[in-house]
């Protein structure tokens, strides 16, 4: 609740000082969904993931499924997801949130699931020509405590189907840890 009411006020700060109409047109273009956040709308619903995750690039990967929610909220201003599924054999759920910010022109997500305390942070494009997103953030690996350099690809196939490959670097070779399938449920 303390924080709510610092953002009130930080918000009312702001908006009480934005007198112009320029400084009043800016806040309602930073703050208003447009074409980016009606694309991302198209992704919302239910879906069945296969998921195919590397730990050594020369071996097979660990396939698993899992489903996975999403859905627009704050007022189709962001997308959240989550997602259950196992891996290890091991129940896994997780969660994220993908936005676009108007002000920046870039998009952002974030994750965090039960296999971790961290949260992954990552900064991303979308290429309409290839529709493809190309996103790069940090993690840290928790067998060595090194941060590590992470890329993830996803291509929209069509509204009912997107690939998500992530890569990782390590000693300076990018390496495919995981890909996961999303079919739209029928």
Same mark, same amino acid.
């Given at each position: 609740?303390?924080?709510?009411?610092?953002?009130l006020?930080?918000?009312?700060?702001?908006?009480?000082?934005?007198?112009s109409?320029?400084?009043m047109?800016?806040?309602?273009d930073?703050?208003?969904?447009?074409?980016?956040?009606?694309?991302?709308a198209?992704?919302?619903?239910e879906?069945?993931?296969?998921?195919?995750?590397?730990?050594n690039?020369?071996?097979p990967?660990m &396939? !698993? +499924?899992g489903?996975?929610?999403?859905e @627009?909220?704050?007022?189709?201003?962001?997308?959240?997801h989550k997602? $259950?599924?196992?891996?290890?054999?091991?129940?896994?759920?997780?969660?994220?949130?993908?936005?676009?910010?108007?002000?920046?022109?870039?998009y952002y997500s974030?994750?965090?699931?039960?296999?971790s305390?961290?949260l992954?942070?990552?900064?991303?494009?979308?290429?309409?020509?290839t529709k493809?997103? &190309? !996103? +790069?953030g940090?993690?840290?690996d928790p @067998?060595?405590?090194?941060?590590c350099?992470?890329?993830?690809?996803? $291509?929209?196939?069509?509204?009912?189907?997107?690939v998500?490959?992530?890569?990782?670097?390590?000693?300076?070779?990018?390496?495919?840890?995981?890909?996961m399938?999303?079919?739209?449920k029928?």
């Amino acid at each position: 609740m303390k924080n709510l009411s610092l953002l009130l006020i930080l918000f009312g700060f702001w908006t009480a000082n934005a007198q112009s109409p320029e400084e009043m047109k800016a806040w309602q273009d930073a703050m208003t969904p447009g074409a980016q956040h009606k694309w991302m709308a198209n992704y919302a619903g239910e879906w069945d993931v296969e998921v195919k995750m590397w730990m050594n690039p020369s071996q097979p990967p660990m &396939t !698993s +499924t899992g489903i996975c929610s999403s859905e @627009m909220i704050m007022g189709g201003r962001y997308m959240a997801h989550k997602f $259950k599924g196992e891996f290890w054999n091991m129940p896994y759920e997780g969660q994220g949130v993908t936005a676009y910010d108007n002000t920046a022109q870039k998009y952002y997500s974030t994750w965090y699931d039960n296999m971790s305390t961290g949260l992954m942070y990552m900064e991303g494009t979308y290429d309409e020509k290839t529709k493809t997103m &190309t !996103s +790069t953030g940090e993690s840290i690996d928790p @067998m060595t405590k090194k941060v590590c350099q992470i890329k993830e690809i996803t $291509k929209y196939i069509s509204d009912d189907k997107y690939v998500m490959e992530m890569f990782n670097t390590m000693d300076g070779n990018e390496i495919k840890m995981m890909e996961m399938t999303y079919t739209r449920k029928k």
